[in-house]
Protein backbone atom coordinates (compact mmCIF):
# COMPACT_ATOMS: atom_id res chain seq x y z
CA UNK A 1 0.00 0.00 0.00
CA UNK A 2 1.76 2.87 -1.48
CA UNK A 3 -0.39 6.05 -1.14
CA UNK A 4 -4.29 6.57 0.07
CA UNK A 5 -5.47 6.34 -2.99
CA UNK A 6 -4.46 2.22 -3.21
CA UNK A 7 -6.13 1.99 0.31
CA UNK A 8 -9.39 3.53 -0.63
CA UNK A 9 -9.24 0.76 -3.95
CA UNK A 10 -9.07 -1.91 -1.20
CA UNK A 11 -11.74 -1.11 0.53
CA UNK A 12 -13.54 -0.33 -2.29
CA UNK A 13 -12.98 -4.35 -3.10
CA UNK A 14 -13.75 -5.24 0.29
CA UNK A 15 -16.28 -7.80 0.39
CA UNK A 16 -16.77 -6.99 4.70
CA UNK A 17 -16.95 -3.48 3.71
CA UNK A 18 -20.76 -2.72 4.28
CA UNK A 19 -20.35 -4.60 7.81
CA UNK A 20 -19.31 -1.24 8.87
CA UNK A 21 -22.30 0.45 8.97
CA UNK A 22 -23.74 -2.00 11.88
CA UNK A 23 -21.54 0.42 13.79
CA UNK A 24 -22.08 3.90 15.62
CA UNK A 25 -18.78 5.19 14.77
CA UNK A 26 -18.13 9.43 15.54
CA UNK A 27 -16.98 11.20 11.88
CA UNK A 28 -13.37 11.39 11.59
CA UNK A 29 -12.79 9.09 14.34
CA UNK A 30 -10.11 6.16 13.25
CA UNK A 31 -11.09 3.64 16.29
CA UNK A 32 -8.08 1.19 16.77
CA UNK A 33 -9.04 0.20 20.25
CA UNK A 34 -11.79 -2.38 19.67
CA UNK A 35 -9.26 -5.03 21.64
CA UNK A 36 -10.33 -2.99 24.32
CA UNK A 37 -13.82 -2.03 24.14
CA UNK A 38 -15.83 -2.71 21.03
CA UNK A 39 -17.73 0.27 19.72
CA UNK A 40 -21.91 0.40 19.75
CA UNK A 41 -23.76 -1.21 17.53
CA UNK A 42 -26.00 0.60 16.26
CA UNK A 43 -29.15 -2.22 17.06
CA UNK A 44 -28.08 -1.95 20.52
CA UNK A 45 -30.07 1.25 21.53
CA UNK A 46 -33.30 -0.11 20.46
CA UNK A 47 -32.93 -3.61 21.61
CA UNK A 48 -31.83 -2.29 25.53
CA UNK A 49 -34.80 0.18 24.94
CA UNK A 50 -37.32 -2.89 23.88
CA UNK A 51 -36.17 -4.74 26.85
CA UNK A 52 -36.36 -1.53 29.07
CA UNK A 53 -39.64 0.05 28.43
CA UNK A 54 -41.49 -3.46 27.04
CA UNK A 55 -40.02 -6.56 28.45
CA UNK A 56 -39.76 -4.62 31.63
CA UNK A 57 -42.06 -2.02 31.81
CA UNK A 58 -44.91 -3.85 30.41
CA UNK A 59 -43.79 -7.64 30.97
CA UNK A 60 -42.37 -7.34 34.38
CA UNK A 61 -41.48 -10.50 35.84
CA UNK A 62 -43.62 -12.63 33.07
CA UNK A 63 -41.02 -11.92 30.60
CA UNK A 64 -38.60 -14.13 32.60
CA UNK A 65 -40.49 -16.57 30.20
CA UNK A 66 -42.70 -14.34 27.67
CA UNK A 67 -39.25 -12.98 26.76
CA UNK A 68 -37.10 -15.75 27.07
CA UNK A 69 -35.05 -13.95 29.41
CA UNK A 70 -34.15 -16.86 31.86
CA UNK A 71 -32.86 -18.87 28.36
CA UNK A 72 -29.85 -15.82 27.76
CA UNK A 73 -27.07 -17.16 28.59
CA UNK A 74 -27.66 -20.61 26.65
CA UNK A 75 -29.11 -18.65 23.44
CA UNK A 76 -26.54 -16.47 23.35
CA UNK A 77 -23.76 -19.00 24.47
CA UNK A 78 -25.06 -21.14 20.95
CA UNK A 79 -24.33 -17.78 18.97
CA UNK A 80 -20.72 -17.83 19.96
CA UNK A 81 -19.75 -21.16 20.16
CA UNK A 82 -20.02 -20.71 16.16
CA UNK A 83 -17.48 -18.44 16.58
CA UNK A 84 -15.12 -20.41 18.39
CA UNK A 85 -15.59 -23.81 17.38
CA UNK A 86 -17.47 -25.49 20.29
CA UNK A 87 -20.64 -27.05 20.14
CA UNK A 88 -24.63 -26.44 20.47
CA UNK A 89 -25.46 -26.26 24.14
CA UNK A 90 -21.41 -26.38 25.33
CA UNK A 91 -20.74 -22.89 25.79
CA UNK A 92 -22.85 -19.96 28.36
CA UNK A 93 -22.49 -16.61 28.83
CA UNK A 94 -22.01 -16.08 32.46
CA UNK A 95 -20.12 -13.19 34.69
CA UNK A 96 -17.14 -11.73 33.92
CA UNK A 97 -13.50 -13.27 32.49
CA UNK A 98 -12.30 -13.75 35.53
CA UNK A 99 -15.09 -15.01 37.38
CA UNK A 100 -15.48 -18.12 34.56
CA UNK A 101 -11.53 -18.52 35.08
CA UNK A 102 -11.87 -18.90 38.89
CA UNK A 103 -14.51 -21.28 37.91
CA UNK A 104 -13.39 -23.82 35.63
CA UNK A 105 -9.19 -23.80 36.53
CA UNK A 106 -10.93 -24.43 40.53
CA UNK A 107 -13.08 -27.86 38.73
CA UNK A 108 -9.64 -28.37 36.16
CA UNK A 109 -7.38 -28.78 39.74
CA UNK A 110 -9.95 -30.75 41.01
CA UNK A 111 -10.14 -32.99 38.27
CA UNK A 112 -6.19 -33.07 37.52
CA UNK A 113 -5.48 -33.65 41.04
CA UNK A 114 -7.62 -36.39 41.67
CA UNK A 115 -5.98 -38.46 38.78
CA UNK A 116 -2.42 -37.45 40.24
CA UNK A 117 -2.31 -35.80 43.65
CA UNK A 118 1.46 -35.14 43.04
CA UNK A 119 0.40 -32.29 40.08
CA UNK A 120 1.38 -29.23 42.02
CA UNK A 121 1.87 -26.47 39.65
CA UNK A 122 -0.11 -24.16 37.22
CA UNK A 123 2.07 -23.08 34.55
CA UNK A 124 1.15 -19.59 32.72
CA UNK A 125 3.83 -16.99 31.08
CA UNK A 126 4.75 -13.88 33.08
CA UNK A 127 3.06 -11.52 30.79
CA UNK A 128 -0.01 -13.16 30.65
CA UNK A 129 -3.15 -10.58 31.39
CA UNK A 130 -2.57 -9.62 35.13
CA UNK A 131 -6.12 -10.62 36.59
CA UNK A 132 -5.41 -14.55 34.81
CA UNK A 133 -2.44 -14.54 36.91
CA UNK A 134 -4.11 -13.01 40.37
CA UNK A 135 -6.92 -15.42 39.82
CA UNK A 136 -4.28 -18.37 39.40
CA UNK A 137 -2.13 -17.13 42.84
CA UNK A 138 -5.68 -17.56 44.35
CA UNK A 139 -6.06 -20.78 43.27
CA UNK A 140 -2.40 -21.82 44.18
CA UNK A 141 -3.20 -20.42 47.53
CA UNK A 142 -6.21 -22.21 47.93
CA UNK A 143 -5.27 -25.78 46.41
CA UNK A 144 -1.88 -25.76 48.07
CA UNK A 145 0.04 -25.19 44.41
CA UNK A 146 3.14 -23.09 43.12
CA UNK A 147 2.14 -21.11 40.30
CA UNK A 148 5.30 -21.45 37.75
CA UNK A 149 5.31 -18.50 35.06
CA UNK A 150 7.33 -18.57 32.06
CA UNK A 151 9.76 -15.84 31.03
CA UNK A 152 9.01 -16.20 27.16
CA UNK A 153 6.42 -18.68 25.34
CA UNK A 154 8.94 -20.69 24.21
CA UNK A 155 9.31 -22.07 27.75
CA UNK A 156 6.43 -23.32 28.34
CA UNK A 157 6.86 -26.91 26.60
CA UNK A 158 9.55 -27.79 28.94
CA UNK A 159 7.49 -26.90 32.23
CA UNK A 160 5.01 -29.28 31.14
CA UNK A 161 5.88 -32.46 33.31
CA UNK A 162 4.23 -34.76 35.81
CA UNK A 163 4.19 -31.73 38.18
CA UNK A 164 2.03 -29.80 36.51
CA UNK A 165 -1.69 -29.87 36.53
CA UNK A 166 -2.96 -26.62 34.82
CA UNK A 167 -1.65 -24.55 32.35
CA UNK A 168 -3.94 -21.03 31.84
CA UNK A 169 -2.79 -19.00 28.31
CA UNK A 170 -4.78 -16.28 26.79
CA UNK A 171 -4.36 -17.53 23.35
CA UNK A 172 -3.42 -13.67 22.30
CA UNK A 173 -0.90 -12.26 24.31
CA UNK A 174 -2.56 -8.42 25.09
CA UNK A 175 0.67 -6.90 25.27
CA UNK A 176 2.42 -8.01 22.13
CA UNK A 177 -0.19 -9.30 19.99
CA UNK A 178 1.36 -13.08 19.84
CA UNK A 179 -0.66 -15.83 19.33
CA UNK A 180 -0.28 -19.13 20.49
CA UNK A 181 -0.60 -22.45 18.50
CA UNK A 182 -3.76 -23.46 20.51
CA UNK A 183 -2.95 -26.58 19.09
CA UNK A 184 0.27 -27.67 19.23
CA UNK A 185 -0.02 -26.57 22.94
CA UNK A 186 -2.60 -28.61 23.90
CA UNK A 187 -1.46 -32.01 22.37
CA UNK A 188 2.40 -31.24 23.78
CA UNK A 189 0.20 -30.52 27.51
CA UNK A 190 -1.87 -33.40 27.27
CA UNK A 191 1.07 -35.85 25.98
CA UNK A 192 2.14 -34.75 30.01
CA UNK A 193 -1.21 -34.96 31.18
CA UNK A 194 -1.71 -31.71 31.66
CA UNK A 195 -4.78 -30.46 31.01
CA UNK A 196 -5.33 -26.77 29.53
CA UNK A 197 -7.59 -23.88 29.97
CA UNK A 198 -7.66 -20.91 27.25
CA UNK A 199 -8.37 -17.08 27.32
CA UNK A 200 -10.22 -16.13 24.39
CA UNK A 201 -10.34 -12.58 24.93
CA UNK A 202 -8.19 -11.38 22.24
CA UNK A 203 -9.56 -13.94 20.26
CA UNK A 204 -13.30 -14.23 19.77
CA UNK A 205 -14.64 -12.58 17.20
CA UNK A 206 -11.08 -11.44 15.71
CA UNK A 207 -9.71 -14.76 14.43
CA UNK A 208 -10.77 -17.78 13.51
CA UNK A 209 -10.85 -20.21 16.74
CA UNK A 210 -11.69 -23.94 16.65
CA UNK A 211 -12.15 -25.60 20.58
CA UNK A 212 -13.13 -28.70 19.53
CA UNK A 213 -10.43 -29.58 16.51
CA UNK A 214 -7.63 -28.18 18.93
CA UNK A 215 -8.85 -30.72 21.51
CA UNK A 216 -9.29 -27.97 24.04
CA UNK A 217 -10.45 -28.66 27.67
CA UNK A 218 -11.92 -25.60 28.89
CA UNK A 219 -12.09 -21.53 27.59
CA UNK A 220 -12.83 -18.79 28.77
CA UNK A 221 -13.73 -15.08 26.76
CA UNK A 222 -14.59 -11.52 27.42
CA UNK A 223 -18.00 -10.23 25.67
CA UNK A 224 -16.89 -6.21 25.40
CA UNK A 225 -13.68 -6.53 23.08
CA UNK A 226 -14.29 -8.00 19.53
CA UNK A 227 -17.98 -9.06 20.61
CA UNK A 228 -18.84 -5.65 20.75
CA UNK A 229 -21.10 -6.69 23.57
CA UNK A 230 -20.22 -3.25 25.26
CA UNK A 231 -18.66 -1.51 28.29
CA UNK A 232 -18.59 -4.70 31.09
CA UNK A 233 -20.49 -6.84 28.81
CA UNK A 234 -20.87 -10.34 30.06
CA UNK A 235 -18.34 -12.70 29.62
CA UNK A 236 -18.19 -16.17 28.27
CA UNK A 237 -17.36 -20.09 29.63
CA UNK A 238 -16.68 -23.20 27.53
CA UNK A 239 -16.25 -26.50 29.30
CA UNK A 240 -15.18 -30.00 26.47
CA UNK A 241 -18.16 -31.91 27.51
CA UNK A 242 -16.24 -35.19 28.38
CA UNK A 243 -15.14 -32.48 31.37
CA UNK A 244 -18.30 -30.71 31.75
CA UNK A 245 -20.19 -32.85 34.35
CA UNK A 246 -17.21 -34.44 35.98
CA UNK A 247 -15.96 -31.76 38.93
CA UNK A 248 -18.25 -28.84 40.43
CA UNK A 249 -17.20 -25.48 40.50
CA UNK A 250 -16.93 -23.58 43.61
CA UNK A 251 -19.75 -20.91 42.57
CA UNK A 252 -22.25 -23.21 43.48
CA UNK A 253 -25.32 -20.64 42.55
CA UNK A 254 -28.73 -21.44 41.96
CA UNK A 255 -29.08 -21.24 38.18
CA UNK A 256 -26.45 -23.85 38.32
CA UNK A 257 -28.90 -26.13 40.25
CA UNK A 258 -29.90 -28.94 38.50
CA UNK A 259 -33.73 -27.35 39.17
CA UNK A 260 -33.30 -23.88 40.33
CA UNK A 261 -36.98 -23.55 40.53
CA UNK A 262 -37.53 -26.33 43.03
CA UNK A 263 -35.95 -24.19 45.79
CA UNK A 264 -34.47 -27.27 47.61
CA UNK A 265 -32.03 -26.70 50.21
CA UNK A 266 -29.26 -28.82 49.09
CA UNK A 267 -27.29 -28.21 45.50
CA UNK A 268 -27.55 -30.89 42.87
CA UNK A 269 -25.62 -29.55 39.65
CA UNK A 270 -26.93 -28.80 36.37
CA UNK A 271 -25.57 -31.78 34.03
CA UNK A 272 -22.95 -30.57 31.61
CA UNK A 273 -21.68 -26.89 30.90
CA UNK A 274 -25.35 -25.46 32.75
CA UNK A 275 -23.42 -26.11 35.98
CA UNK A 276 -21.05 -23.43 35.03
CA UNK A 277 -23.60 -20.67 35.76
CA UNK A 278 -24.15 -19.12 39.17
CA UNK A 279 -26.58 -16.10 40.08
CA UNK A 280 -29.36 -14.58 37.96
CA UNK A 281 -28.28 -13.28 34.32
CA UNK A 282 -27.94 -9.42 33.87
CA UNK A 283 -30.65 -9.26 31.52
CA UNK A 284 -30.29 -5.78 30.41
CA UNK A 285 -26.58 -6.43 29.55
CA UNK A 286 -27.12 -9.76 28.13
CA UNK A 287 -29.86 -7.98 25.70
CA UNK A 288 -26.89 -5.72 24.44
CA UNK A 289 -24.23 -8.68 23.92
CA UNK A 290 -26.33 -10.21 22.09
CA UNK A 291 -26.23 -7.26 19.31
CA UNK A 292 -22.58 -7.22 19.76
CA UNK A 293 -22.25 -11.29 18.72
CA UNK A 294 -24.71 -11.05 15.80
CA UNK A 295 -22.25 -8.25 14.11
CA UNK A 296 -19.82 -10.72 14.42
CA UNK A 297 -22.38 -13.49 12.69
CA UNK A 298 -23.49 -10.96 10.39
CA UNK A 299 -20.21 -12.25 8.56
CA UNK A 300 -20.98 -15.50 7.81
CA UNK A 301 -22.91 -15.23 4.63
CA UNK A 302 -19.64 -13.45 3.82
CA UNK A 303 -16.73 -15.80 4.37
CA UNK A 304 -17.06 -15.61 8.18
CA UNK A 305 -14.69 -15.93 10.05
CA UNK A 306 -11.92 -16.97 7.75
CA UNK A 307 -12.48 -14.04 6.00
CA UNK A 308 -12.54 -11.34 8.50
CA UNK A 309 -9.04 -13.04 9.90
CA UNK A 310 -8.17 -12.63 6.15
CA UNK A 311 -8.47 -8.67 6.39
CA UNK A 312 -7.66 -8.98 9.85
CA UNK A 313 -3.61 -9.35 8.45
CA UNK A 314 -4.14 -7.20 5.56
CA UNK A 315 -4.55 -4.58 7.95
CA UNK A 316 -2.11 -5.32 10.66
CA UNK A 317 0.57 -6.36 8.27
CA UNK A 318 0.01 -2.70 5.80
CA UNK A 319 0.12 -0.77 9.10
CA UNK A 320 3.05 -2.84 10.81
CA UNK A 321 4.76 -1.99 7.33
CA UNK A 322 3.81 1.63 6.86
CA UNK A 323 4.83 2.39 10.30
CA UNK A 324 8.73 1.16 9.86
CA UNK A 325 9.06 2.51 6.66
CA UNK A 326 7.56 5.93 7.16
CA UNK A 327 8.57 6.31 10.72
CA UNK A 328 11.81 5.41 10.82
CA UNK A 329 14.49 6.70 12.86
CA UNK A 330 11.97 8.00 15.77
CA UNK A 331 12.84 5.13 17.88
CA UNK A 332 9.50 2.70 16.89
CA UNK A 333 10.48 -0.72 17.13
CA UNK A 334 7.57 -3.79 16.27
CA UNK A 335 6.96 -6.19 19.12
CA UNK A 336 4.49 -7.27 17.48
CA UNK A 337 5.02 -10.91 15.16
CA UNK A 338 5.95 -10.38 11.70
CA UNK A 339 4.94 -14.15 10.74
CA UNK A 340 1.08 -14.01 10.11
CA UNK A 341 0.41 -16.96 11.58
CA UNK A 342 1.77 -15.89 14.79
CA UNK A 343 -0.09 -12.79 14.85
CA UNK A 344 -3.64 -11.90 16.52
CA UNK A 345 -5.21 -8.75 15.34
CA UNK A 346 -3.68 -6.00 16.80
CA UNK A 347 -0.40 -4.26 16.24
CA UNK A 348 2.04 -3.01 19.22
CA UNK A 349 5.36 -1.41 19.22
CA UNK A 350 7.73 0.08 21.78
CA UNK A 351 9.13 3.25 22.20
CA UNK A 352 12.13 4.75 24.41
CA UNK A 353 10.44 7.34 26.39
CA UNK A 354 7.46 8.40 24.95
CA UNK A 355 5.16 5.44 24.17
CA UNK A 356 2.36 7.35 26.73
CA UNK A 357 2.93 11.07 24.72
CA UNK A 358 2.49 9.71 21.17
CA UNK A 359 -0.76 8.01 22.10
CA UNK A 360 -1.89 11.05 24.00
CA UNK A 361 -1.04 12.87 20.94
CA UNK A 362 -2.45 10.47 18.55
CA UNK A 363 -6.00 10.51 20.53
CA UNK A 364 -6.35 14.17 20.30
CA UNK A 365 -6.06 14.17 16.32
CA UNK A 366 -8.58 11.31 16.54
CA UNK A 367 -6.78 8.32 16.13
CA UNK A 368 -7.68 6.42 19.22
CA UNK A 369 -5.06 3.33 20.04
CA UNK A 370 -4.00 2.30 23.52
CA UNK A 371 -1.07 2.63 26.11
CA UNK A 372 0.49 -0.14 28.34
CA UNK A 373 2.91 0.22 30.71
CA UNK A 374 5.96 -1.64 30.81
CA UNK A 375 7.09 -4.10 33.77
CA UNK A 376 10.49 -2.59 35.03
CA UNK A 377 11.01 -5.68 37.15
CA UNK A 378 11.27 -8.10 34.38
CA UNK A 379 13.02 -7.89 31.11
CA UNK A 380 10.66 -9.16 28.61
CA UNK A 381 8.31 -6.83 29.91
CA UNK A 382 9.59 -3.77 30.71
CA UNK A 383 9.10 -2.12 27.56
CA UNK A 384 5.87 0.77 27.34
CA UNK A 385 3.69 -0.74 24.40
CA UNK A 386 1.69 1.21 22.32
CA UNK A 387 -1.34 -1.16 21.15
CA UNK A 388 -3.27 -0.57 17.52
CA UNK A 389 -6.23 -3.10 17.75
CA UNK A 390 -7.61 -3.46 13.70
CA UNK A 391 -11.01 -5.28 14.28
CA UNK A 392 -12.19 -6.38 10.45
CA UNK A 393 -15.61 -5.64 11.25
CA UNK A 394 -15.69 -1.70 10.80
CA UNK A 395 -11.51 -0.75 10.05
CA UNK A 396 -10.62 0.40 6.79
CA UNK A 397 -7.82 0.66 4.51
CA UNK A 398 -7.52 3.97 4.28
CA UNK A 399 -8.13 4.24 8.74
CA UNK A 400 -4.55 2.17 8.35
CA UNK A 401 -3.52 4.83 6.15
CA UNK A 402 -4.81 8.15 7.85
CA UNK A 403 -3.47 6.38 10.88
CA UNK A 404 0.12 6.12 10.26
CA UNK A 405 0.32 9.50 8.41
CA UNK A 406 -0.94 11.50 12.00
CA UNK A 407 1.74 9.37 13.34
CA UNK A 408 4.23 10.73 11.00
CA UNK A 409 2.81 14.51 11.62
CA UNK A 410 2.91 14.01 15.51
CA UNK A 411 6.78 12.71 15.40
CA UNK A 412 7.82 15.36 12.92
CA UNK A 413 6.60 17.89 14.34
CA UNK A 414 7.75 17.01 18.33
CA UNK A 415 3.34 17.30 19.08
CA UNK A 416 4.34 14.47 21.96
CA UNK A 417 6.04 16.98 23.48
CA UNK A 418 3.53 19.11 24.38
CA UNK A 419 3.10 19.10 28.56
CA UNK A 420 -0.85 18.12 27.61
CA UNK A 421 0.63 14.65 27.23
CA UNK A 422 2.79 13.86 29.84
CA UNK A 423 2.60 10.93 31.54
CA UNK A 424 0.29 10.67 34.41
CA UNK A 425 1.23 9.18 37.63
CA UNK A 426 -2.23 6.54 37.22
CA UNK A 427 -2.78 5.01 33.39
CA UNK A 428 -5.89 3.88 32.81
Known sequence: ???????????????????????????????????????????TAARVQQVVADEWGRGLIGSWNDAGWIDLPQRIGDKIARLVGAGPGELVVADSTSVNLYKVA????????????????????????????YIAESLARQHGCELVLAATADELPALLDGRTALLMLTHVNYRSGRMHDMAALTAAAHAAGVRVIWDLAHSAGAL????????????????????????????????????????????????????PFAFTPGYEPAPG?????????????????????????A??????????????????????????????????????????????SQVCFTHPSAGYALIQALIAR??????????????????????????????????????????VQVLQGGQWRDERFARRAAVT
Open 1 to 43: MKNRDQAAALDAADPLAALRDQFELPPGLIYLDGNSLGPLPRA
Open 106 to 133: SAALQAARADAPGRTRIVSERSNFPTDL
Open 208 to 259: PVDLHGAGADYAVGCGYKFLNGGPGAPAFVWVHPRHAGRFRQPLSGWMGHAA
Open 273 to 297: IARYLCGTPPVISMAALDCGVDTVL
Open 299 to 344: AEPLGGMAALRAKSLALTRAFAELVESRCAGHGLALVSPRDDARRG
Open 366 to 407: GVVGDFRAGDPSHAPSAADILRFGFAPLYVRFVDVWDAVEHL
